[in-house]
Nanobody, 125 residues
Framework: QAQLVESGGGLVQAGGSLSLSCAAS????????LGWFRKTPGKEPEFVAA????????AYEDSVKGRFTVSRDKATKTAYLQMNDLKPEDTGVYYC??????????????????WGRGTQVTVSS
């Protein structure tokens, strides 16, 4: 069983930056991948970025490439999502999720077994 807790969301103007954190506990993550997803009302969770816990291999959704950076600290079991040059369409509740890395990249919500409660990111125009 894994527990994930996101933090770092908030309100920011377009062009600004936010850094999200995901504190993980409860299991060994060495064979897992961690993903960040964005959810807006009435839509399914949308893939944003993912990283393999052990090797640090990353994957990004096309619209965030060059603006967002996913990373992790294996020692503290914390993952991060650095978001720069934010746009109003980046608005949503951001969730981190983890699951056994059966294949790569992990870009679909069904590939992840454990989810945090989310943190709200609002980008004003």
């Amino acid at each position: 069983q894994a527990q994930l807790v996101e933090s770092g969301g908030g309100l920011v103007q377009a062009g600004g930056s936010l850094s999200l954190s995901c504190a993980a506990s409860g299991r060994t993550f060495v064979r897992d991948g961690l993903g960040w997803f964005r959810k807006t009302p009435g839509k399914e969770p949308e893939f944003v970025a993912a990283i393999s816990w052990n090797g640090g291999v990353t994957a990004y959704e096309d619209s965030v490439k060059g603006r967002f950076t996913v990373s992790r600290d294996k020692a503290t079991k914390t993952a991060y999502l650095q978001m720069n040059d934010l746009k109003p369409e980046d608005t949503g509740v951001y969730y981190c999720a983890t699951g056994l890395m059966r294949q790569w990249p992990m870009t679909h919500s069904t590939q992840f077994d454990y989810w945090g409660r989310g943190t709200q990111v609002t980008v004003s125009s």
